[in-house]
């Protein structure tokens, strides 16, 4: 029995420390880390690289919220056989609708328009991107573990039908507004 009141203290406590966002609460989230990053139908494999910036939360309902943010991010590919990477920067902007699951887990769903700043020396690029990023994230003391698919929607070439394929993994830290 005093196993079983341990048990269900420990679980209390642990639910209590997630953070709780009331309906109208407005937060901003500083965050960083990796984008696994690739280009469909092209011969080339997947790269690590950086991604950072900031995103804006608003808690619509109970366990419905909106974010939206700006993102600095390193996006390209490995080519195959090759120590050649393709290693352009984009400015995204994630407009994502997020529902809690369970407190401090989110399940998230978005459009994410961006726009190629630098084109690391490729010429036939198309400098706009349409992305829908798919993900989870998990919140534990303001701290926030991000992960997301980004589904490239438009073609990144003028030659050819390559699309964004990026995975971003990112760690923030959620201040109230």
Partial sequence: MKKIVLAAALLLT??????????????????????????????????????????????????????????????????????????????????????????GLAVKLGLQPGLMIDKDHATEVNTFDLSIPV???????????DGRYNFGVTNISKNGNPKNSVFQFTLGYKFDI
Avoid: C
């Fill in 14 to 103: 642990s639910v209590a420390t997630f953070a709780q966002h009331e309906v109208g609460d407005f937060t901003i989230q500083p965050k960083v880390g990796l984008n696994i990053a690739n280009t469909t139908k092209t011969e080339s494999n997947y790269k690590v690289d950086f991604v950072g910036g900031a995103e804006a939360e608003y808690q619509v309902g109970e366990i419905f919220s909106v974010s939206t943010g700006l993102l600095y991010s390193r996006q390209g590919a490995k080519v195959k056989n090759s120590n050649e990477k393709w290693n352009p920067s984009y400015i995204n902007m994630p407009v994502m609708a997020n529902v809690y699951v369970v407190p």
């Fill in 135 to 145: 993900g989870l994230s998990y919140e534990y003391k303001n701290f926030v573990l």
